[in-house]
């Protein structure tokens, strides 16, 4: 098992930026596939970045493609989300994740059902 808490959201202007952690303790970090997922006011949880094991492998939903960046420290214990040039249609509460599964790859590591140990979500606001 694996516990995270996400955090690093705020209050940002539109073509600002934010950098989300997502700490994990219990199991090692490198352990788990992990990806981050958004969720915005009267809209379903979507994806929104994901990370392989070892950090060589990144994948984007299409909406954040050049502007985000995810990342990980193993050592850390430590997953980051990059968020660069902040819209407002990007407002949303944020979610770190592990995946239940060792290996995934394009387009099921992306896919909300191949995770289940969640963060308890960071807000992330941005103004226009």
């Known amino acids: 098992q694996v516990q995270l808490v996400d955090s690093g959201g705020g209050l940002v202007q539109a073509g600002g930026s934010l950098r989300l952690s997502c700490a994990a303790s219990?199991?090692?970090?490198?352990?788990?596939?992990m990806g981050w997922f958004r969720q915005a006011p009267g809209k379903e949880r979507e994806s929104v970045a994901a990370?392989?094991?070892?950090?060589?492998?990144?994948y984007y939903a299409d909406s954040v493609k050049g502007r985000f960046t995810i990342s990980r420290d193993n050592a850390k214990n430590t997953v980051y989300l990059q968020m660069n040039s902040l819209r407002p249609e990007d407002t949303a509460v944020y979610y770190c994740?592990?995946?239940?599964?060792?290996?995934?790859?394009?387009?099921?590591?992306?896919?909300?059902?191949?995770?289940?140990?969640w963060g308890q979500g960071t807000q992330v606001t941005v103004s226009s």
């Open positions: 994740a592990a995946s239940l599964y060792t290996y995934l790859s394009y387009p099921q590591i992306l896919a909300e059902n191949r995770y289940g140990y």
């Open positions: 219990g199991r090692t970090l490198n352990s788990y596939v």
């Open positions: 990370i392989s094991r070892s950090g060589g492998s990144t």
